[in-house]
């Protein structure tokens, strides 16, 4: 019986002889080869190199080994090594395809990284205060027509801490940085639009900086009370908690949310709650308080689903977590910036990922 790797025909193409086949093959491993070590030149990337030889070294088995497959197909109990080839070349395709995913996500972290560094940089006030200070950050994406109003109603100062409101505009497009500019506030632009998220990671990179005793993070469309800022940062100034979250289901919510936005509301807090053992009743509200010594001590990746995150990151590091009562309003004017679709789904995504990691 003549031996199994020697007697399999290698032709899978109709008109193609097997010396054919094996000269194809041979000079697909080639450039394979070729474009790896090119790539390799041009990045240095050592994965790319070694796929590309992981390639080539299953095109030259195809090419001069093509019994191998066959006996493993017959191992397998598949009809045919063709539909094995087959096999192994959708599993290395989904491989390449994971690996750029993999490789655009870290080139979009590097290009979110270094469009925060820069903007921080924008930040130039004076930091020399006697007193204890308190950040107000203020993460604004075309929010000009509401802005001014939420800069004129601070106040100096809250629970014996200098008032310094940090205003990061996120990309806007309209007159958002102008219009906070005429307030005593430090005010930096994103020149690219990183998210709810990023601007406040551009915020308290600042507020660390310039050493604040305490950060509060409220938004820029009018809906979160100034007056109610005295209450949301007592629990820190007394030393009873290092962060505090606003609920308006402790207190009012006008904000007009439809009831299903409010019943998901909840199911993704009764979640929070169960997973990371926190007693809390509205984990989406972005009117907080967090201890300034604190800040560092928090992972925070995400961009657009930032809530969920410090809540979990701050249970995780042992922060004492206190929730008190707040007012949430209408906005003032626009239209709101929360994504209609995936707005579920990037909210548990986030829930899971900040949990496990």
Known sequence: MPSTSSSIPLAVLPGLSNEALTLLFLGLAVVTVLWGFERYRTTFSRMEFGLAVAVALGLLTVAFAPGLYGSIAGLLNLES??????IFANIAFLVLIFYLVSQLNTSKRVVSDLTRSLTVQQATADADYEDRTLYVVIPAYNEADTIGDVLADLPERIQGHVVQPVVVSDGSDDATRRAADRYDA????H?????????LKTGFDIARQHGADIVVTMDADGQHPVDQLDELVRPIADDEADYV???RYRGEDNSGNSITRRGGIRTFTWLINRLAKTDITDCTN???AIRGSRLEELTLTEERFSAPELIIESRKNGLRIVEVPVTIHEREAGETKKPKLGYAVGLARTIFVTWIR
């Open 81 to 86: 090594r063709f539909l094995l080839i087959q």
């Open 186 to 189: 430090i005010v930096v632009e």
């Open 191 to 199: 020149p690219i639009n990183q998210g709810q998220g990023g601007a």
């Open 245 to 247: 979250l606003g609920s």
């Open 286 to 288: 972005g009117f907080r």
